[in-house]
């Protein structure tokens, strides 16, 4: 959830009539005022780069983003649980940036918020699994199965990508609406037999022996896309300072831990709590990325002409609003 800080109004006219009551005080007053006013003006070149995260493996350059900033700017993150909050949060300048999936982004541009993607995130980080004691070893054995799944997420659009190419339809299969953190237990309870899942979600069944991979859904026009990073035209616009510094930040965030995967790990684990073993086993199967390359446009356009042929969205928006990529365009380290 999103902190709230209430800031209390000070007593301005209270505080006039004391000083001039009190002449000695009023001195210091003055001096505190001054000293106050030095700091305020020498904070001026501090600069904080407020971003919504959801904690998971698959943020972590979030995480690693202070490392590469220039002296003077911080980062600022604010977990979040729900997509929606963190679009409101953008639209309300409540924060700068929003590492987020990229339905959201989609959904909100075609309702004409002003919200943009400026960098790639990941990629990859998604898996439909079967129970390990099942006879499921292909997308075609889903075909009468109970199979977990969230949607209009990007497991649901991979996994109806999977079904087509294995000619099941959607009517032959039961899908159980789950939140991707709920699939494991109730894959593991036999409430499913089979999910469309995230990270460390996916790996920790395997772990647990108690899951088994049917198949990692990248093969097919959609591809391997799953996370960006979104701002609001506003920011856009009125910081485009913040968002070039920024951009240099996350993309050498995002190149580091790719090279270091144990670090990467570690990151998650020791800030964000995650168990560690699952965690470097699942970072496999992430592809942690920042740029908005030509691959990558193309498998957007895919990916946001089903969200329309689901009905998702009624009109699929102008890509060059949705998707400004001037800012990891000019990145050069």
Same mark, same amino acid.
């Given at each position: ?24 005080? $009023?001195?210091? %007053? ?9 700091? @305020?003006? #020498?904070? =001026?070149?501090?600069? *904080? /780069? ?65 919200? $943009?993607?400026? %960098? ?9 699994? @079967?129970? #390990?004691? =099942?006879?499921?070893? *292909? /997308? ?83 591809? =391997? ?109």
């Amino acid at each position: 959830m999103m902190k709230y800080i209430s800031v209390q109004p000070r007593q301005t006219q209270n505080a006039g009539s004391w000083l001039f009551r009190k002449p000695a005080a $009023a001195l210091a %007053a003055i001096w505190l005022i001054v000293f106050a006013s030095s700091d @305020a003006a #020498a904070q =001026s070149g501090s600069h *904080t /780069i407020r971003i919504a995260v959801i904690k998971s493996t698959i943020q972590a350059s979030a995480l690693e983003l202070p490392k590469y900033l220039p002296a003077g700017w911080k980062t600022e993150l604010t977990p979040f649980t729900s997509p929606g909050d963190m679009t409101n949060a953008l639209l309300t300048d409540s924060v700068d940036l929003a590492y987020i999936g990229i339905t959201v982004a989609v959904v909100a541009r075609s309702k004409d918020q002003p919200i $943009a993607i400026v %960098a790639n995130l990941a990629n990859k980080g998604c898996a439909i699994i @079967a129970r #390990a004691d =099942s006879s499921i070893r *292909t /997308i075609a054995d889903l075909k009468g199965k109970r199979i977990g799944d969230l949607p209009t997420s990007i497991h649901d659009i991979l996994l109806r990508e999977e079904l087509k190419k294995a000619n099941v339809g959607l009517d032959e299969v039961t899908v159980i609406r789950l939140a991707p953190a709920d699939m494991p237990a109730a894959l593991q309870r036999g409430d499913i037999d089979a999910f469309s899942g995230n990270e460390p979600n996916a790996t920790q069944t395997l772990l647990d022996g108690y899951g088994r991979v049917v198949v990692y859904p990248y093969d097919t026009p959609v591809g =391997s896309i799953n996370l960006a990073v979104l701002t609001s035209e506003r920011v856009i616009k009125e910081n485009p300072e913040m968002l070039r510094v920024w951009a240099v930040a996350h993309a050498k965030a995002t190149e580091e831990l790719t090279k270091n995967p144990d670090h990467w790990a570690d990151l998650v684990s020791n800030d964000w709590g995650y168990q560690r073993t699952a965690t470097r086993k699942s970072i496999d199967n992430i592809e942690l990325a920042w740029r908005l390359d030509p691959k990558w446009m193309a498998q957007f356009v895919v990916f946001m002409n089903r969200l329309k042929d689901l009905s998702v969205i009624t009109r699929v928006p102008e890509l060059d609003k949705l998707v400004v990529r001037k800012f990891v365009d000019q990145v050069k380290f």
